[in-house]
Antibody, heavy 126, light 107 residues
Framework: QVQLQESGPGLVKPSQTLSLTCTVS??????????WSWIRQSAGTGLDYIGR???????NYSPSLKSRVTISLDTSKNQFSLKLSSVTAADTAMYYC??????????????????WGQGTLVTVSS | DIQMTQSPSSLSASVGDRVTITCRAS??????LNWYQQKVGKAPKNLIY???SLQSGVPSRFRGSGSGTDFTLTISSLQPEDFATYYC?????????FGQGTKVEIK
């Protein structure tokens, strides 16, 4: 069973770059039809999609964050990473990495988030 | 972006009650709708995918239905372990978007 684990600094100063890594175990990040994704959740609020990367390196980002976000893949370490630049207090949140499972059937292709990391809290403060 | 709106935002119910949560999409999304359960301090867990397919290991008291713009998650007989926040999520287009959540509390 695949497991995901986030890691990175818990405190980032305003205007700096937030950097997080998700380590995948129990399966290869290069195999299968999966998107590797980042999702965040501010205190007491809902889930906010950041973006994703496919095994080919293709990325999709939320339009609201696109100018500040980079998601990358390191297949040699079985990891993927998130960089969010020019952070402000509004970026303080619990950050989750997740696997989006893409299911291909005869007639349709659909997907859902089937595995999540435990989350890592990032606070933006000076 | 496709907006997902859940109702109610919260509800109080007793063990054994039938609970219904509604999710509405801002445009038709076919059956590209998933449901998640999140307990305090934990990551979300997938319950239902593709609008009505029960995730492996999820109790059969959870049922998803709907298509197009209107979807429902029903818990047929609420159990103590079901008190949590529930989210819908569309997988019709990117960016993926979630509903704001429905918190199910003990009455």
């Amino acid at each position: 069973q695949v497991q995901l684990q986030e890691s990175g600094p818990g405190l980032v100063k305003p205007s700096q770059t937030l950097s997080l890594t998700c380590t995948v175990s129990g399966g290869s990040i290069s195999s299968g039809t999966y998107y590797w994704s980042w999702i965040r959740q501010s205190a007491g609020t809902g889930l906010d999609y950041i973006g994703r990367i496919y095994t080919t390196g293709t990325t999709n980002y939320s339009p609201s964050l696109k100018s500040r976000v980079t998601i990358s893949l390191d297949t040699s370490k079985n990891q993927f990473s998130l960089k969010l630049s020019s952070v402000t207090a509004a970026d303080t949140a619990m950050y989750y990495c997740a696997r989006e499972n893409v299911v291909v059937t005869t007639h349709r292709v659909f997907s859902y988030f089937d595995s999540w990391g435990q989350g890592t809290l990032v606070t933006v403060s000076s | 972006d496709i907006q997902m709106t859940q109702s109610p935002s919260s509800l109080s119910a007793s063990v054994g009650d039938r609970v219904t949560i509604t999710c509405r999409a801002s445009q038709s999304i076919g059956s590209y709708l998933n449901w998640y359960q999140q307990k305090v301090g934990k990551a979300p867990k997938n319950l239902i995918y593709d609008a009505s397919s029960l995730q492996s290991g999820v109790p059969s008291r959870f049922r998803g239905s709907g298509s197009g713009t209107d979807f429902t998650l029903t818990i047929s007989s609420l159990q103590p372990e079901d008190f949590a926040t529930y989210y819908c999520q569309q997988s019709y287009s990117t960016p993926r978007t979630f509903g704001q959540g429905t918190k199910v509390e003990i009455k």
